[in-house]
């Protein structure tokens, strides 16, 4: 495969970007490509490769590429402007709908990133319960902010700095750390630090150090236990809302969190994200009550428009159900796959989420570094080569989109055998 316009790009990118790149998972060594265009399930590369996507972005593009129902949701808003500065029309009948499919989420307030919601979302926690201490899950990835860049998954993992610079120290010991699937871990937490904890903070299943499912109970004892010791319980569902169900994990497990953080997905593929809960900690947030939180792009008309479309079609066509199917098929495929050719590996994933670990099935971030990453790479590598981008580190989900037809993922499929077999 010749790639000699991205290894150009990514030359001259080096001297102008920090490692090349808007962010740091996507600095594929030795070189990323540099995508030109996109459509359906593939991308091009500015040498004209093409690739079936397995990233999607990492979450948000369910639909594919240039699905035409977001083209025009797009093409339409931008003809009655983009960007009002008050309040808008849309903003009510999605704040609505998100409701209505999230009852957990009395209120709410939509910003433009995940990481701006959970930021948001913690900040209601200390706020509303008036304590520093919040608990999050060892390897949760909950964005690139300073109270959860502790033991974070996603890129920190990959590039081995879960703990980054330039986090003051009097931030970090505010942020306790428990591993998932550790009910025993989660309650001595909680009993050593008495009426100082404001929330514990999880991806119910875990997304950012490849998917990790919470065993039978595990969801069940956490809500059990925080109610207990009166401590919030959040729910950032920024990857499994829209995908696991349209009422996300929540609704999949039964489950309801105190706050819930939205994003990637309900954009359409445009910025966005959003965080509500109880009508009477949701009730505190400025200008209601004295926590504070705003910016220019909160509720964006584009975003929300095809937030929205995105929203009619998964409705409509009932795209998660036949998501869930592909799904299976691609896990089965792949265990299949494992099996014959004797490797020691797991295939792990849920609804439209899959991974390959290089190691036995994860059930917490300790378990999941003993995989072989490198091995990981190597693989990755070689799909790359063969025209199959799936995410560039064992520390990220791979996604399938309702564009990927069962042809597409059996060429996937014959890939990944001739891929692994050597
Ligand atoms: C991606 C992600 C975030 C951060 O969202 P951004 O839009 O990238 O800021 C937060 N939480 C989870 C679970 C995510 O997967």
């Known amino acids: 495969m010749q790639i000699d316009s991205s290894i150009r790009l990514f030359d001259c990118a080096k001297k102008l970007m920090p490692g090349g790149v808007s962010s740091p998972v996507r600095a594929i060594s030795p070189c ?17 490769n093409r690739y079936i996507d397995y990233c ?3 979450g948000p593009m369910i639909l594919g590429h240039c699905h035409p129902a977001i083209v025009r949701a797009a093409a339409d808003q931008m003809t009655r402007g983009w960007l009002y500065g008050t309040p808008s029309l849309l903003e009510v009948a999605a704040a609505r709908r998100i409701s209505r499919l999230y009852p957990s989420m009395e209120m709410l307030r939509f910003v433009s990133s995940g990481t701006e919601a959970t930021m948001a979302a913690i900040r209601v926690a200390r706020g509303a319960t008036g304590r520093d201490k919040i608990i999050k899950i060892e390897g949760g990835f909950h964005g690139a902010h300073d109270s959860v860049l502790v033991k974070a998954g996603s890129g920190a993992t990959t590039l081995s700095i879960p703990d980054s610079k330039g986090v003051p120290a009097d931030t970090a010991k505010n942020t306790l750390q428990v591993p998932y699937n550790d009910l025993a871990a989660l309650e001595s937490v909680l009993l050593r630090h008495p009426g100082q904890i404001a929330c514990l903070i999880i991806e119910p299943v875990l997304g950012n150090i490849g998917p990790i499912l919470p065993e039978k109970g595990y969801l069940e004892g956490v809500r059990r236990l925080t109610k207990e010791h009166d401590v919030l319980l959040i729910f950032d569902e920024v990857i499994t809302g829209f995908r696991l169900s349209l009422g996300g994990a929540q609704e999949l497990f039964g489950i309801k969190p105190d706050l819930t953080t939205l994003g990637k997905i309900i954009g359409g593929g445009f910025p966005v994200g959003i965080f509500g809960g109880r009508r009477d900690l949701m ?9 504070y939180q705003a910016g220019t792009f909160n509720g964006s008309p584009v975003s929300l428009a095809c937030g929205m479309a995105t929203l009619d079609v998964l409705e409509k066509e009932k795209v998660l159900e036949k998501l869930n199917i592909t799904g299976k098929q691609m896990r089965e495929g792949l265990k299949e796959i494992v099996d014959d050719l004797r490797l020691p590996y797991s295939v792990v994933g849920i609804a439209s989420m899959f991974k390959i670990f290089f190691g036995e099935e994860p059930h917490n971030y300790t378990q999941a570094l003993k995989c072989d990453k490198n091995g990981y790479l190597t693989f990755f590598r070689r799909m790359l080569s063969a025209g199959i981008f799936l995410t560039p580190s064992q520390y990220e989900t791979d996604f399938i989109s309702a564009s990927h037809s069962s042809q597409v993922i059996e060429t996937t499929l014959e890939a990944t055998r001739s891929c692994l077999k050597s």
């Not at 990323?32 to 590369?45: N, S």
């Not at 009730?283 to 926590?291: L, S, Y």
């Open 56 to 58: 999607l972005a990492y």
């Open 283 to 291: 009730e505190q947030v400025a200008p209601g009550g004295g926590i």
């Open 32 to 48: 990323p490509f540099y995508t030109a265009r996109a459509e359906g399930p593939y991308l091009w590369d500015a040498d004209a």
